[in-house]
């Protein structure tokens, strides 16, 4: 089982949209929640990070923790076209030994049709 | 603030062959890692410094790829000698200390023929 489960897509929505992505984690000692953006032909860049359950917002988008679900999810309210990326959910562990390791979903492909 | 460099920036080589790639962290920034990612997967860490030395490089495969980083700032990832399955973008991202937001660069892609 990976530690990360995501849904690769791809997925397509019209422009103005609501957007729900989704991850799955296995393993209960990670504490930081990450959502990445990745436009094609470029890094990753964070778009929101949270360490507890609960919601985040931040303009349009809203990251969602439930540690008792080992569920996370990021939502796009008013998707715009420029929305179209891949978004890589990413967990990291902090521990003791100084070998903190973010561990990244497979991405999800989305586009906004305008 | 200047970003995470990377070059080349794309590399095409035939299997058996060596490659170089470098990567310039954002300045000030003490930790550095190398990420491989294939096609439709996430990043993988591959390894991770803090200044000069390594933290973790518990998923390189050592009989072909290594890395330094020489200083505490620059660093190379070398493979040698490629495999197909090589092919893949490589990421190089910096943070300020271990436990910070990680910074990318725009990846080197490399092809293996």
């Known amino acids: 089982q990976k530690e990360v489960e995501q849904d690769p897509g791809p997925l397509s929505v019209p422009e103005g949209a609501i957007v729900s992505l989704n991850c799955t984690y296995s393993?209960?000692?990670?504490?930081?929640f990450m959502w990445y953006r990745q436009y094609s032909r470029k890094g990753p860049e964070l778009l929101m990070y949270?360490?507890?359950?609960g919601n985040k917002e931040d303009g349009r988008f809203t990251a969602q923790v439930d540690k008792s679900s080992k569920y996370i999810s990021l939502f796009i309210r008013d998707s715009q076209p420029s929305d179209s990326a891949t978004y890589l959910c990413?967990?990291?562990?902090?521990?003791?030994?100084?070998?903190?390791?973010?561990?990244f979903g497979t991405g999800t492909r989305l586009t906004i049709i305008p | 603030e200047a970003g995470v460099a990377q070059s080349p920036r794309y590399k095409i080589i035939e299997k058996r062959q060596s490659v170089a790639f470098w990567c310039n962290p954002i300045?000030?920034?003490?930790?550095l890692y190398w990420y491989q990612q294939i096609l439709g997967q996430g990043p993988k860490l591959l390894i991770q410094?803090?200044?000069?030395?390594?933290?973790?490089d518990s998923q390189l495969p050592k009989d072909r790829f290594s890395a330094e980083r020489l200083k505490g700032v620059d660093s190379t990832l070398k493979i040698q000698p490629a495999k197909l399955e090589d092919s893949a973008v490589y990421l190089c991202?910096?943070?300020?200390?271990?436990?910070?937001?990680?910074?990318f660069g725009p990846g080197t892609r490399l092809l293996v023929l």
């Open positions: 410094f803090q200044n000069n030395g390594v933290v973790d």
């Open positions: 393993n209960s000692a990670f504490q930081y």
């Open positions: 991202a910096s943070s300020p200390r271990i436990q910070e937001t990680q910074y």
């Open positions: 990413a967990i990291f562990k902090i521990s003791n030994f100084g070998n903190e390791k973010l561990t």
């Open positions: 949270t360490y507890s359950s």
């Open positions: 300045s000030g920034h003490a930790t």
